[in-house]
């Protein structure tokens, strides 16, 4: 069982470069999230999904962006990259419904540095 | 303004002893709290958690108390081990399965 896999584990953009992150997810969840730390500091959520077609903003959405067009996949965009996006980003996901105590399950997580 | 604060940034304690790691948060509303456990290099996996209508739940050595009234959540690991060094984040749920976290503590065990 896979459970949540991110792609890549690390890259180098320059400045005003744009990739995507991905995150898929085995476990049939309908909640996914992206979130990204910076040292030292805890996890900021990015945005969040509630299930395929529905996206939503979190705390830290500026510079990113993301789409949900199956309940496995949730990439992140970055465009025109810039120093300050220079981070750790975990994909998650969560059983939706009454269950639903928060417990988030991680990916191994991507660390991106913009230079 | 930060809604959950791990005020201790580093906490290192013996082998077999208590490990009690605290958290303080602001927001009333949130209806579930968690411990997650992270190593270097590894994403944070979930370690146990407490609904909101608690004041107690316990899983092996593991142990959290919720304080409703001073806003205030601990987590006691006996006997301490080795394997037990990481760093530990406090997460406060607010529907939709949304955390939000605090800064984390290292915790380191000696042996």
């Known amino acids: 069982n896979a459970g949540v896999t991110q792609t890549p584990k690390f890259r180098i953009l320059k400045i005003g470069q744009s990739m995507t992150l991905q995150c898929t997810q085995d476990?049939?969840?309908?909640?996914m999230y992206w979130y990204r730390q910076d040292p030292g500091m805890g996890l900021k959520l990015i945005y969040y999904?509630?299930?395929?077609?529905?996206?939503d903003k979190g705390e830290v959405p500026n510079g990113y962006n993301v789409s949900r067009s199956t309940t496995e996949d949730f990439p992140l965009r970055l465009e025109l990259a810039a120093p300050s996006q220079t981070s750790v980003y975990f994909c998650?996901?969560?059983?939706?419904?009454?269950?639903?105590?928060?417990?988030?399950?991680f990916g191994e997580g991507s660390r991106l540095t913009v230079l | 303004d930060q809604q959950v604060k791990q005020n201790s940034p580093s906490l290192s304690v013996q082998e077999g002893r208590i490990s009690i790691l605290n958290c303080d948060y602001t927001n009333s509303m949130f209806d579930y709290f968690l411990w997650y456990k992270k190593y270097p290099a590894e994403g944070p996996t979930f370690l146990i958690s407490?609904?909101?209508?608690?004041d107690k739940n316990e899983d092996g050595r593991f142990t959290v108390f919720l304080n409703k009234s001073a806003k205030h959540l601990s987590l006691h690991i006996v006997p301490s081990q080795p394997g037990d060094s990481a760093v530990y984040f406090c997460?406060?749920?607010?529907?939709?399965?949304?955390?939000?976290f605090g800064d984390g503590t290292t915790l380191t065990v000696k042996p």
């Open positions: 999904s509630v299930g395929a077609g529905i996206t």
């Open positions: 407490i609904s909101s209508i608690k």
């Open positions: 998650a996901s969560s059983l939706a419904g009454d269950t639903n105590t928060g417990e988030l399950f």
């Open positions: 476990m049939n969840h309908n909640y």
């Open positions: 997460a406060a749920s607010l529907g939709e399965g949304k955390s939000t």
